[in-house]
């Protein structure tokens, strides 16, 4: 089984980068590992419970993945779980750990784990899945940093206004 844990540095508060992910309306301008994601009950972002549909992105777009939300925290923690299974992931789950750091910056503990199917041949596919994810993986959060440093205060008077309803 493949496990990680990796930090980003990011420069806005936790409840920023927390919404900019999670919010579907801000995760569409900058989400290079999905091209398409949804909760299925319709809802602007996930909940404790709630399943979402992922559709992956660039090299990995005939990827797909349904998620249940284990942990929804806002703007702390959130963690999901794969349903089902989807090749070459027999099992896949991961959590978002936000801290603030001061400064208006904040950090991103991203930890994943996954097996791979078919487990006879995890021992040849498991290094190379884990190596492609661990790429994409740390490409999606350099966007998200890249997207924050230009549009963090978009999000910030957004969540202000919903603050405001």
């Not at 702390?76 to 027999?90: I, N, Y």
């Not at 498991?126 to 993986?137: G, H, K, N, Q, Y």
Request: proline share 5%.
């Amino acid at each position: 089984m493949a496990h990680r844990k990796l930090e980003f540095t990011m420069p806005v508060p936790a409840r920023v980068v927390f919404d900019a992910f999670h919010y579907h309306q801000w995760r569409v301008h900058w989400d290079s590992l999905v091209s398409q994601t949804r909760v299925t009950d319709g809802s602007p972002c996930p909940s404790v419970g709630a399943v979402s549909e992922n559709t992956g992105g660039g090299l990995l777009r005939t990827l797909s993945m349904t998620t249940r939300f284990v942990t929804y925290d806002p703007p702390r923690l959130a963690a999901a779980t794969m349903v089902g299974t989807s090749f070459p992931f027999s099992r896949w789950a991961a959590s978002m750990r936000h801290v603030d750091l001061g400064d208006e910056r904040s950090l991103l503990i991203y930890t994943y784990a996954f097996a791979v199917a078919p487990t006879a041949l995890a021992w040849l596919l498991e290094p190379v899945v884990d190596r492609v994810f661990l790429e994409a993986t740390e490409k999606r959060f350099k966007r998200l940093q890249t997207f924050l440093e230009t549009k963090g205060q978009d999000v910030q008077v957004w969540q202000e206004c919903r603050r405001g309803q």
